[in-house]
C-alpha cells in the first residue's frame, strides 16, 4: 500500500487526467478499470496492474486482501475524492491503472480468425458490446478503425472484461485497414442496413472480416466499395435500422455458425 502523502496526492491527480483524457493514457500507455469485479478479470486474465484506488469505506472487505495476496499496490483515498475521480453516479469501490495491451494486425492476421472491424464507431457502450460480441462468438479479435478509444473507461465496462481476453489492435483509417486485411488473405464484409446479402449466405473459403461503421453516418462508401461485398441482418417489422452494436452481434453469432 502506498500510504506517503505527496505520493497519494499525485497519484490521485494522475489518475483523475488518465480517466478523463484520451491523450493522457495513450501518453502512457495504460488505462483506468473500475470495480472490484473488472479488477478481478484482469488480473485473473494476467494483465498487468500498477496500482488500484480504493475507498476508504472498502479497505476492510475481501477484494483488498485478494490485492495483497496477489502483491498489488492499492492505496486508500477518502469516499470524497473517490467519488470525484470516477466515470460513474454509483462508483464501484475500486479504480486500477493497467498497462495497455494493444496488439498488431499481424497478430490478429496470422491465425486466419474471424475478425470485427469498428470503423470510426462512436458510442463507448457499443463499442464494448461488440468486444464483449466478438469474444463470445469466437472471434480472434477487434480492430478499432478510428473511432472511439477502446481504452475509455465506458468501453471498458461495457466488454465486461473481455477486453483483457481478446486482442485488440487500434489503427487510424478504416480504408487503410480494410485495404491491409485484403492483403492478408481475408475477404472483408462490410455491414449495412438493406440490400446485402445474409451472413448465413457469405461464402466460406477464406477467413472473414465484418466491418461496421459509425452510429448516425454508416460505412464510407469508399469503404464499402474495398470490401469484399455488403451483409445485412434481414429484419421483420417497421423499425428504421438495427443499433450498431445488435447488427454486429447478429453478423458474428451468423457467421460464428456457418
Same mark, same amino acid.
Given at each position: 500500500?502506498?500510504?506517503?502523502?505527496?505520493?497519494?496526492?499525485?497519484?490521485?491527480?494522475?489518475?483523475?487526467?488518465?480517466?478523463?483524457?484520451?491523450?493522457?493514457?495513450?501518453?502512457e500507455?495504460?488505462?483506468?478499470?473500475?470495480?472490484?469485479?473488472?479488477?478481478?478479470?484482469?488480473?485473473?486474465?494476467?494483465?498487468?496492474?500498477?496500482?488500484?484506488?480504493?475507498?476508504?469505506?472498502?479497505?476492510?472487505e475481501?477484494?483488498?486482501?485478494?490485492?495483497?495476496?496477489?502483491?498489488?499496490?492499492?492505496?486508500?483515498?477518502?469516499?470524497?475524492?473517490?467519488?470525484?475521480?470516477?466515470?460513474?453516479?454509483?462508483?464501484?469501490?475500486?479504480?486500477?491503472?493497467?498497462?495497455?495491451?494493444?496488439?498488431?494486425?499481424?497478430? *490478429?492476421?496470422?491465425?486466419? &480468425?474471424? @475478425?470485427?472491424? $469498428?470503423?470510426? #464507431?462512436?458510442d %463507448?457502450?457499443?463499442?464494448? /458490446?461488440?468486444?464483449?460480441?466478438?469474444?463470445?462468438?469466437?472471434?480472434?479479435?477487434?480492430?478499432?478503425?478510428?473511432?472511439?478509444?477502446?481504452?475509455?473507461?465506458?468501453? *471498458?465496462?461495457?466488454?465486461? &472484461?473481455? @477486453?483483457?481476453? $481478446?486482442?485488440? #489492435?487500434?489503427? %487510424?483509417?478504416?480504408?487503410? /485497414?480494410?485495404?491491409?486485411?485484403?492483403?492478408?488473405?481475408?475477404?472483408?464484409?462490410a455491414?449495412?442496413?438493406?440490400?446485402?446479402?445474409?451472413?448465413?449466405?457469405?461464402?466460406?473459403?477464406?477467413?472473414?472480416?465484418?466491418?461496421?461503421?459509425?452510429e448516425?453516418?454508416?460505412?464510407a462508401?469508399?469503404?464499402?466499395?474495398?470490401?469484399?461485398?455488403?451483409?445485412?441482418?434481414?429484419?421483420?417489422?417497421?423499425?428504421?435500422?438495427?443499433?450498431?452494436?445488435?447488427?454486429?452481434?447478429?453478423?458474428?453469432?451468423?457467421?460464428?455458425?456457418?
Amino acid at each position: 500500500m502506498i500510504n506517503r502523502a505527496g505520493d497519494k496526492s499525485t497519484l490521485v491527480q494522475r489518475v483523475r487526467r488518465l480517466v478523463r483524457q484520451r491523450s493522457a493514457r495513450r501518453d502512457e500507455g495504460v488505462y483506468i478499470v473500475e470495480g472490484p469485479k473488472l479488477v478481478r478479470e484482469a488480473l485473473k486474465a494476467g494483465r498487468s496492474v500498477e496500482v488500484v484506488l480504493v475507498p476508504e469505506s472498502a479497505t476492510s472487505e475481501q477484494f483488498v486482501e485478494e490485492l495483497n495476496q496477489k502483491n498489488v499496490p492499492w492505496v486508500e483515498v477518502s469516499e470524497q475524492i473517490f467519488s470525484s475521480l470516477s466515470s460513474t453516479r454509483n462508483p464501484q469501490p475500486a479504480l486500477a491503472v493497467l498497462d495497455e495491451h494493444l496488439v498488431s494486425l499481424a497478430d *490478429v492476421t496470422v491465425t486466419g &480468425g474471424l @475478425l470485427l472491424v $469498428l470503423a470510426e #464507431v462512436a458510442d %463507448p457502450g457499443n463499442a464494448g /458490446t461488440l468486444i464483449r460480441s466478438a469474444e463470445s462468438f469466437g472471434a480472434s479479435g477487434v480492430v478499432f478503425a478510428g473511432g472511439v478509444d477502446p481504452f475509455n473507461p465506458k468501453v *471498458v465496462r461495457a466488454s465486461a &472484461g473481455s @477486453l483483457f481476453r $481478446l486482442p485488440v #489492435v487500434c489503427l %487510424p483509417d478504416p480504408l487503410e /485497414t480494410v485495404q491491409a486485411l485484403t492483403e492478408a488473405g481475408y475477404a472483408c464484409w462490410a455491414a449495412i442496413p438493406e440490400e446485402g446479402i445474409a451472413p448465413e449466405e457469405v461464402p466460406t473459403g477464406q477467413p472473414v472480416a465484418v466491418i461496421v461503421g459509425n452510429e448516425p453516418r454508416g460505412l464510407a462508401t469508399k469503404v464499402q466499395a474495398a470490401c469484399a461485398g455488403q451483409l445485412q441482418i434481414p429484419t421483420s417489422g417497421h423499425a428504421e435500422s438495427l443499433n450498431v452494436a445488435v447488427a454486429g452481434s447478429v453478423a458474428l453469432y451468423a457467421l460464428s455458425r456457418r
